[in-house]
Structure formats: structure tokens, C-alpha cells
């Protein structure tokens, strides 16, 4: 299974992006070999607009299944959901804890957006 | 005959203060138009029913997911990122982001693509005293096209009475939508630097776009200040200072009108209008 | 570090007054002007330039008028009405421009050029109390959500250089995409409202969008003596909302005079009963917050 985590940091130990359609980058981890990747989302930091949806189809294209971030929109979920791809949510964490907790089943999933779009 | 928005770089000057006070000062029919689409306030002052409501629609793509070969054209062309296309799934609109600008239709070679009214937001129409309408502009929480909605208010008046429009703070799209609409702009500010300062950068965008304007000073405390320095400076006509006074402050907050307190400034709003009519050469 | 914003939904309730007296209470800190539309913090926080960037932001189409042979395409098919006739060749209208690129697309001559656009730019200064980044957008341009970003990811990275125990932003009016640009992910939302009804209207508004973002907020009435009963309104809509009101300031003609001589009220007049509310108002932030570290 590979988890995408929104972040401005590069490895296990940064803080995880509360902010996921403007987040510069993602963590793209990987449970089977335990390894990591990180995937560019710094076009989207500077988007006019329609962030979060750029931002859903690049995790899509990355292959993710699963997301973690702070929040999702509407328009960004709508991407999401039509791609099978789960989300989570986190409050401030470090990605590695962050991870834990989802594979202790401590995150909250969302399928529905959790803030309004912008 | 004459449209005046009232405007001001930054919020909290009496903008909508002013515009509500010269629609009651002027006698016969007047239009108050609400334009600030994004938080339209005047229906506040006003505890009368609605109207009428009227949708404020533009169009958007509607994908024909048969005809949709998913070759990522439109989603290319797009440059608000409101259509989008994955793999090999048919395009998705996303409507809020869309700007109606037609370029996803142009370039797709399916002919996939085809556009559809879709609501954006909505106009109010309020009787608010005899002669006296208010219509007012709203637009749905998270769409961006203020700027039609605005358009759409303006169609609404007619044109043989004197329209006041309650414009959008700032100096955005959405003032310039306005200001594009009116024949004259009143710029309401304060005699502090934060006033003239907002004030100087309203007074850029209207020289840009070559629009006919003067500056009214609310919260005056002296006859001579620094915006009125300015104005000099500037060649900008002052067309009136109101007062800094307690009393207005606080009938606006009970949702008063300016002349409820001060009644005698009902001659020198009229004389302000005069004023307006000269410099545009219009009659009133 | 503590990320703290002041927002007031309705414009000209007394934020910046607030804000700029936070610069000289609070220590070791940066400040933030996020109100881009209408950047006033440096009025009274007096800055001085160290270094700029340019804010780019969208595209806007340009007409090589040696290349445009007057077909009228670009200008049939804009929507925006925002390409004007001229005696031998057509010219984009720089303030009405969104920026779609339909005119570039059906030129036949390739003769529109479509450049990103320079929108502001943002500026890092050195002011008496400390360090302050500060934007300005240029007039029509919009997006000012995303120089709202920008400012905040400068000014944190600014106050982890040094160490800093806050980062004040000063937010903008209103509630749409900058106020969300400004407040997401901040420790605390600090909401400056006065009691009359558009006042009361947007502190409702505001509220909703920090509960929604699960950022606590806490409120100070200005002006709170002129309309008493609007203001017991707030009051209880305030406890509605958990959020805790932390001062009430009044009607006072010292916010004007300090705005007039571009000073902040604690500096302009440090012994006055405002500048001691305004003092116990920091206080109040730094106990709720447990300090700045």
C-alpha cells in the first residue's frame, strides 16, 4: 500500500502539511518495502486557483492509495473519491508518528470534505 | 440618467453609510444597487420582505462522457483548473472554478464539450420606502465570478433614474467591475494615513482606467487635513467632509440612517450631486 | 513558535490598531501584514526595505502589434470584453484580462504572447520592534489569497532563523479565500469586532470558519460602548461559539489620533486607559497561549 503525506519537509521525521492543496510536496511511503519517495507539488503552491484539485490528480497519478493530510475540500475529495484513493486526517504530527497512528487505526478517515471550498 | 458608485479602498470608511443616505436624500425614483456580491450589507438597514429573487447564471462545460476520449485538451487549456481529466476517465467540470471563458469547448476536437447555464449566485429585488428600490447581488459561497454577478445587478436598474451603487471594498476585479458600470465614482475615506493610503491606491486604478471620480472625507475633524492636502496635490475635487461624531456612530450601529441623526445634511448631499452632475454634464 | 492572526471579518473595526500595538507588547517576534489588498501595518509600524520579490501570479495576454494583421478573432471571441480596437491592430485591456488564453488559441497569426503576470510583490523590512513582511498587490490584480500564503511561509521561515516566539499576522478583511489563506494552521485567531450589525454578521461568519478549522478564538470588542445592547448580543454569541471574550475597548477618539500621527496607541499615548487594556489584552494571549515558546 502506498500513503501519500502532505508536507514542506523531505523525510520521516518533518511535520506533516496541515494545508494539503497548497502543500509544497509529498511523502509517498510505501508499507511493503518500508521505503519512501517523495513526490513535487510546488506548481500548486502558487496556483491561481483549483489547487486542491491539481493537488488530488498529481497523488492520483503517483498511485497512491491512501492520503494524509490536515484537511480536504470539496472539489479536491470529489477527485479523490472517483479514484478510490482513502483519506485521513491528522492533527500537528511528525509523518512517522502520523503513519503509526493510521496503521493503529487512530485517524480519522473522511469521505466527505471536512472544510469549504476556497 | 446618472450612476453613481460609492467606493472606498478600505472597509470601514461609510461607504455603505453614504450610499444609503443619498438614495433617501434624493426625492423622486432612485435605485440602490448593492454590489459588494461577496457580503451585500444594505438589506440589513432595511426589515421590509423580499421582492423577488432572480438567478444570476453563467455557462459551463457539460461533458458528454460518450464523445469524451479523454485526450486532456481541455484540462491543458484550462487556466483556472476547473476541468480536469484522469487516465482514461471522461473530463470532470468542477463549476465553482470556472470562469466561463469557452476555451475548454474551443480546443476539444470531440466536440465532447458544451456549455450550460449553470446558477451562480442571485439578485434581490426590496422595495425599501415609496420611489425607492434596493436590489442587491449575492454570490454563492465559494464561486469566483463576482464580476458577473455585479454585471448582472447592473442590468437590472433602468435607465431613466438616478442609480447609487454600493460598491465592493478593495480595488479587485470586483471594484473594477463596478466602477466600469458607473458614470462617476465617489471615493469615501478618513483623514488618517491608513485612509489616504487606500485612498491613493483606489485613485491609481481609477486614473488607469480613465474613470471620472471625486473623494468624499468621512470622520472629518478639521476642515484642512492630510487628505484634503492630497486632493490638492492630486487635482481631485473634495466633494464633502462629514463630521466625526459619536452620534452617527452609534445610530449606524442600531442600523440608523445617516440622516436620522443629521438631518441637515440632506442639502449638502443634494448640493454634492449637483456638484457630480456638472463635472459629467448629465441632468438629474 | 506561536503563529497568532487578527481578523475582524468587517473592514474598519480596529484590527490594525490592535495588531500594530501587539508590535510593541509582544517580544522576539515577527510581524506579518497578510492584508494585501490594502497593506496598512507599515503606516504605523514605519519600516525600513531590506529586500523584495516579485509576486507572480496567472498569465495575461499580450498583442504583438507587428505580427496582428486586424482580423478581430481575439476580440470576437474574449469574453471579458478586454481587447479594445485600436487604429491598425487590437490591444488588451491590462485591468480586465482573466487571463484564459482564448484569444492566444484562435489567433491565427501566433501574434499573442502570454506571460506570467507580475501581481505584487513582497517586501522584508527591519522596523524598531523587530522584523515585518509585508505584500502589496497591484491594482486589479487578484488572487491575493496566494500573496497571502507567500507572506506567511516568509514570515515563519523569518521567524525560524531567529528564533522568534511569535509570528503576528495581521489578516484580511472579509471571509472569503485569504482569510482561509491566512488562518489555517495558526495557533490562535485573535477577532477584533465592534457592535453594530454588519460587525456582528461577520464575527458569526468568522467564527464558523475557525471553529471549522479548529483553530481557538478569542475576541475583543471595539468600540463596545456604543450600542451596549448589540454588544451583550456578541456576548452571547461569543459563548455560543467556546470563544472566550478577552477585552472590550471603547469609543474612543486616541485610535484616530494614533492612526493621524501613524503611531500604535500604546506608543502614541502609553498611559492611557486604552493602551493599559490593549497591554492587558497581550497578557491575556500570552497566559491563554502559555507564552511565545
Redesign the interface.
Known sequence: MKIAISTAGNNLDAQVE??FG?ASSFLLFDTDTRNFSMLDNSEQ???????G??TA?NI??AGADVLIS??CGP?AM??LN??NIAVYVT?KNVIGTAIANLQNGLLEQITTH????? | MMKIAVASGKGGTGKTTLSIALTQAISGKVTLLDCDVEEPNCHLFFPVELDETLPVTVLIPVVDEDLCNSCGKCAEMCQFNAIICMDIDPAMVFPALCHSCGGCALVCETGAISEEECVIGCIEKRTIAQDKTLISGRLNIGYSLAPTVIRAVNREQSDNQITIIDAPPGTACPFVATVSESDFTILVTEPTKFGLHDLSLAVATLREMKRHFGVVINRSEQAENMVTDYCQQENIPVLLQIPASRKIAESYSRGGSLLDVMPEMKLDLLAMLKQIQAMIGSKI | MKEIVIISGKGGTGKTSVTGSFAVLASNKVMADCDVDAADLHLILDPVLLEQHKFMSGHEAVINADLCDSCGLCADFCRFDAIEQLQDSYAVKHIGCEGCKVCVEVCPQSAIDFPSSHSGDCYHSTTEYGPMIHARLKAGAENSGKLVTQVRNEARQCGNEMNASWVIIDGPPGIGCPVISAITGVDLALIVTEPTLSGKHDLERVLQLSKHFSIPALIVINKWDLNIKLSAEIEALAAVYSAEIIGKLIYSPLFNLAQIAGLPVVKYAPNSQEAIELTAIWQKIESITGGGE
Open positions: 496541515l494545508r497548497r503552491v502558487n496556483a491561481m486557483q483549483g489547487a484539485i491539481k490528480q492520483v497519478t490536515g484537511h472539489k470529489q477527485v472517483a479514484k492533527e471536512d472544510v469549504a471550498g476556497h
